[in-house]
């Protein structure tokens, strides 16, 4: 812009690109286009002058906006509207932006490479963005974060100016200018001998910023401390003089040596000294180590006889702050000694060497290289000698391990920290050893109880199922991770197995109740007899009395403000809180994750020894000793593989994640997405259960003494409460959460989930797919298999959360890319018409499972003739379509199949229809803001009329004719070559025998529409394969689809549909039979049989004769033909090329023996 600099617009900068932009318009004297509308009566020179000028400003600030934001502006030429429509963009007056603007300036934090006056700056332009929307921040709040932020080479600067709370924000500038200055200056360099701090510069003498490291105080140096002083005259008893030695004597390695003194000054506890003489890293303080194992050994001096003790070893997480890569690193030290003795701690230059580091010289200071080059930290020299800078990353008090219960600790946390006595039963199925000493802190905190009652509760039951415990526990607070507030417990009486549930609300009980009856008695053969309850009116209501009497239940009720009565849940809820508190409390993990924490100690209860039982609860109810080696340690840190479809060819195939459960209805584990912050279940995975996933987590990991507070409330639901009702008509269909509603665990293979060292494996399993519109097969009889969302809010809390939003985001491009909308401000007194999602899975050709979204509009709430016309939508007939297929088969015709992608959005749509944001996208149309559809959309009424009026004007434009007898059939012919064309909805199917005019069709048609060639034969559920001597049409995967339904996939199969000769009108038995089942089924077959099985015509049509009031009797018949589907699957219709005339053929009997009606049936064979 001739000289003039104005940054480039990206999203993030829009005040000081908006500075600098008025500044430049105002310099070409071009400001005044966009503060005002063009003035009315201007002459034409003036009127010109004014013409150019918005020109110029619309041109120079297009010119100064990112790729991204000028497609979104590009279609405005006029000055003023466009930079209001920029300004409205990126300054809304919304409570969002305040709180981001204000929670920006709270976090406002210097960077380790940012110099004082870029940090100024920015801190003044965020003030300035506080402003401009609303949001006053006094001069004395700004100099509060600004120094707030402050750290690194500015952290004793901001001790000091704490204390000095009347300094403007151009004083502290000033200040951190001054420190900068001397921090690089020569000068700074410390003289040999000098007490002076390594990392942290001071100023001259004259600027009274001198300060301690000792205790960061001002105006004294370290020699001088009183604190350092005072703690030298209680430890100067025990001090032993060590001299140091260049004389080594060698000694064996068990016993390390080292060199630097231990008499010297204590260092500050942040400093490490650079030891090329040291065998061993040493740290003096227990707070650099998470743990450390005792191993008491000596420590000698090199080339004196003088020792000291080595109490233990554990490994050092630090933060280093001497890089030049911008924020700190983050390192780890291994097998480093504990010497208590020592006066500083050590870093062995061999150790380091042996680890593949590489330390290099500059000047006055050591480099430390890792094993690709990255530089790490630098050494400083002082005093002669070489000083790091580390922070430590545990603050926490360490405790001492045992390394001999190593194992042994490892699977008292995989299993909940369970308790000794039962963690020795456990030496069937894992290898620990035996140890009576061992000590858990964890334990001791989250499990410490008072005495406990007398035992009152009797095991009452001979067979799992006979007697069911259940209480309910609630309210809590946070709610889940997936919006839950309660949690149930279901707990067998006779195998002691746990059934957790959880719940938004207490009306939900009734409804988790009948599904568990209907499932496990199902899965089991057994019946629930009895049900024991307290008098909580979740349990004691007119709708679950009368279900339980209606099932032949007895139900069993407390005696209330007795909840011992109940003894057997009571004591279920006590076990999961407990081991639940203990997960959170080791794992560090936020509240929300609390139903994970209970769902995995249920699944984990069900797999541990019970009281009074001889084997655990899962081997009692399945019958079998489980395996246990997929259990994995609770909130440990996963690696886990990304799909193909959600990463590029250069982006590592694996992210990192924390541990939180075992997959849902399969084998896998739930994982915490870091990175996405969504829960996901994943099979392959790598495991690090010595890390917490919570140190990935940052800022959101939550204290985790507030524990006991998540589970106070769980008393004031069950006590009998006469006043208060439960409104059953409020009982929400929405899933409470992504939380297991179950708790058998799954049995996996040794080698199916590896642990860290092992690589990625690939899943093997296929997603299974979902049936489309158009009942493509393979895809029917996989839907009951997978997991396809009915709702957005599923979506997302679901465990395909990252492909779900992938599919999502497509869907949009899409829309977008056909301009189906516009965005217009929400009309007063106006129908909104809502907009939905619908999800499916669909399977490629190359057998790839693809996630589909697709937006739909809820038009059912529509009015005919007040909000749209005309609706109906032909499609081709099943009979025309076998026609063609015959036309094809004599002539030798080519037969090519092709689908429309995103058909309805080519038609333009002619009524105003207002359409609501898509749910999960709001923000992106903006608060009171509607979609204007331009286009026809799936789910309006009109939108698929539209769109066959749509390809039926392209289509004749292509000089296709319509023919009378169908109206989705053209057909285009020049006297010799012929094409024909039949549509269904979006599928089209062309029938040729030219090339030219073939692939000019389909020219002319991809000129308009983007359609997608099938490379498998398949239209309308149907497989279609050409054959030298003609065409055959079949259903065998529909086939399997309806056995797997019924079944009857592993049936043994009959040879006809229905017994030559039998009475097929059995006596009248009365033993009726659900109608909608039966009519489903006679529906299914006549689908079939009018397609590609004429030879269950006969028997199809003969039942469908009882639709009205189906017996058991044809029920059985019914199931006959399946049976003989299940032997002639592969069967084929076969369209012979040679058959040359027609043969007609008809039942010879008109008259049922049954009530004497005509029945019968012809065929005719082309």
């Known amino acids: 812009m001739d000289r003039i600099s104005v940054p480039q617009l990206t999203g993030t900068n829009y005040f000081i690109w908006s500075l600098k932009m ?47 934001q000028a497609l979104q502006f590009a279609a405005e030429n006029n000055a003023k509207i466009l930079w209001d429509k920029i300004k409205s963009t990126f300054t809304g007056q919304t409570e969002d932006r305040k709180i981001d603007a204000g929670n920006e300036l709270k976090n406002l934090q210097i960077n380790s490479n940012e110099l004082a006056n870029d940090y100024i700056a920015r801190a003044r332009g965020i003030a300035t963005k506080c402003h401009s929307l609303g949001l006053d921040v006094s001069p004395r709040e700004l100099v509060y974060y600004t120094v707030r932020g402050l750290k690194g080479k500015f952290a004793k600067v901001r001790d000091i100016l704490k204390t000095q709370r009347d300094k403007s924000i151009d004083e502290v500038l000033e200040i951190l200018r001054e420190e900068e200055t001397s921090f690089n200056s020569p000068s700074s360099t410390r003289a040999e001998g000098r007490s002076a701090d390594v990392f942290y510069s001071r100023k001259s003498k004259n600027s009274g910023m001198r300060l301690c490291y000792v205790c960061r105080r001002p105006n004294h140096v370290a020699k001088d401390c009183f604190y350092r002083n005072q703690k030298e005259s209680t430890t100067s008893s025990r001090r032993r003089k060590v001299h140091r030695n260049n004389n080594s004597k060698e000694r064996n390695t068990a016993n390390p040596v080292f060199t630097a003194s231990p008499n010297e000054e204590s260092l500050c506890e942040n400093i490490w000294i650079l030891d090329s003489g040291a065998s061993c890293h040493m740290a003096k303080d227990c707070v650099w180590f998470e743990k450390v194992f005792p191993e008491r050994k000596d420590i000698y001096l090199a080339g004196k006889d003088l020792k000291i003790i080595c109490e233990g070893f554990g490994t050092v997480k630090a933060k280093t702050v001497s890089t030049k890569y911008g924020n700190p690193l983050n390192v780890t030290i291994g097998n480093v000694s504990y010497v208590p003795q020592l006066r500083c701690n050590l870093l062995s230059v061999i150790c380091l060497m042996d680890k593949g580091y590489k330390i290099k010289t500059d000047n006055n200071c050591v480099l430390i290289y890792d094993r690709s080059n990255k530089l790490i930290t630098k050494a400083f020299k002082n005093n002669g000698r070489l000083e790091l800078y580390f922070e430590p990353l545990y603050n926490s008090e360490c405790y001492l391990s045992n390394p001999s219960n190593s194992n042994y600790d490892i699977w008292h946390s995989r299993l909940c920290h369970l308790n000794a006595k039962y963690m020795l039963k456990m030496k069937d199925y894992i290898d620990i050893d035996d140890v009576n000493d061992f000590k858990c802190e964890t334990c001791d905190i989250s499990k410490i109880t008072r005495k406990t009652h007398p035992n009152i509760d009797i095991n009452q039951s001979s067979e799992i199922l006979e007697l069911i415990h259940a209480d309910l526990c609630g309210p809590i607070q946070p709610e889940s991770y997936g919006g839950a507030k309660y949690f149930m417990v279901l707990v067998d009486d006779f195998s002691g197995m746990y059934f957790t549930y959880f719940l938004k609300n207490k009306n939900e009980v009734f409804d988790i109740f009948s599904q568990f009856k209907a499932k496990y008695e199902n899965l089991t053969d057994k019946r629930i007899k009895k049900l024991r309850t307290d008098n909580g009116l979740e349990f004691v209501n007119e709708q679950l009395d009368t279900y339980l009497a209606n099932s032949g239940i007895f139900h069993e009720k407390t005696i209330p403000y007795n909840s011992e009565s109940n003894g057997k849940a009571e004591r279920a809820n006590r076990i999961l809180l407990e081991r639940a508190r203990s997960l959170l409390y080791e794992s560090e993990l936020p509240l929300k994750f609390w139903a994970e924490a209970i769902n995995f100690s249920t699944q984990v209860s069900n797999v541990t020894p019970r009281k009074g039982k001889e084997k655990i609860p899962l081997e009692t109810w399945i019958g079998k000793k489980p395996k246990l080696n997929y259990l994995k340690k609770f909130g440990c840190v996963a690696y886990f593989h990304v799909p193909k479809i959600m990463r590029n060819k250069f982006d590592v195939p694996g992210r990192c994640g924390i541990m939180l459960g075992y997959a849902r209805e399969r084998r896998g584990y739930r994982i915490y997405d870091v990175k996405n912050q969504k829960i996901i279940e994943e099979r392959s995975i790598k495991f690090n259960e010595s890390l917490k996933g919570s140190t990935y987590l940052g800022k959101t990991k939550v204290e985790t003494w507030n524990i006991d507070s998540l589970f106070e409330s769980t008393q004031d639901i069950n006590e009998f409460d006469h006043k208060t009702k439960v409104n059953h008509l409020e009982i929400s269909a929405e899933p409470a959460a992504n939380e297991n509603n179950y708790s058998i665990p799954f049995e996996t293979p040794d080698d199916a989930i590896n642990t860290v060292g092992g690589e990625i494996e690939t899943p093997v399993d296929q997603i299974p797919v979902r049936r489309s519109e158009r009942l493509k097969a393979k895809q029917m009889s996989t839907n009951l298999a997978c997991n396809v969302p009915n709702s957005y809010l599923e979506a997302k809390n679901s465990a395909d959360w990252q492909n779900w939003e992938f599919a999502m985001k497509n869907e949009l491009d899409s829309l ?17 018409v809502k907009s939905k999602w619908v999800y499916s899975l669909k399977q490629s050709d190359n057998g790839e499972t693809k996630y589909k979204a697709r937006l739909v509009a809820a038009g059912f709430n529509q009015i005919k003739n007040k909000d749209y016309l005309e609706s109906y939508s032909p499609v081709v ?47 992106l149309v903006g608060d009171e803001k509607v979609c204007k559809l331009k286009r026809s959309i799936y789910g309006l009424p009109q939108s698929g009329r539209n769109w066959y009026m749509k390809i039926k004007s392209e289509l004749e434009k292509f000089g296709l004719t319509q023919l009378a007898s169908d109206n989705c059939v053209f057909i285009k012919s020049d006297g010799q070559n012929m094409l024909l064309l039949c549509m269904h909805v979006d599928d089209l199917a062309i029938f040729c025998n030219n090339d030219e005019m073939y692939q000019d069709t389909v020219n002319n048609i991809k000129s308009v529409f983007e359609v997608h060639e099938n490379k498998t034969s398949k239209f309308l559920g149907m497989e279609i394969v050409k054959h030298k001597n003609g065409i055959s049409l079949s259903q065998s995967e529909y086939i399997e689809s309806l056995l797997v339904k019924y079944n009857l996939n592993e049936c043994k199969s009959v040879k006809t549909p229905i017994v030559k000769g039998e009475d097929t009108s059995f006596p009248p038995t009365n033993e009726l ?35 009205h009031k189906p017996e058991k009797r044809h029920y059985i018949l019914a199931k006959r033909v399946l049976r003989y589907l299940m032997g002639t699957k592969d069967k084929k219709l076969f369209y012979d090329n040679n058959f040359g005339f027609v043969n007609a053929n008809s039942d010879a009997s008109w008259g049922n023996a049954e009530n004497g009606k005509s029945f019968s049936g012809g065929v005719i064979l082309l």
């Open 877 to 923: 007939n099943i009979e025309s379509f076998r026609l063609l297929i015959a036309l094809a088969s004599k002539l030798n015709l080519m037969v090519r199949f092709f689908d429309v992608k995103t058909a309805y959005l080519y038609s333009d749509i002619e009524e105003t229809v207002y359409m609501l944001p898509p749910p999960g996208f709001e923000r």
């Open 816 to 832: 977008n890319k056909h301009k189906v909308w516009e965005i217009v401000n929400r009309p007063a007194k106006t129908k909104l």
């Open 1073 to 1107: 039979i659900d109608i909608t089942m039966y009519q489903e089924l006679i529906g299914e077959l006549l689908y079939l049989a009018n397609r590609t099985r004429p030879d269950i015509s006969f028997v199809t049509c003969y039942l469908s004769q009882f639709n």
């Open 22 to 68: 008025q500044a430049a318009l105002s310099l070409k004297r071009l400001d005044s286009v966009t503060t005002q509308m063009k003035p009315e009566g201007l002459s034409e020179k003036d009127a010109l002058e004014w013409k150019q000028k918005n020109s110029d400003a619309v041109a120079y600030i297009k010119l100064s906006l990112s790729d991204e």
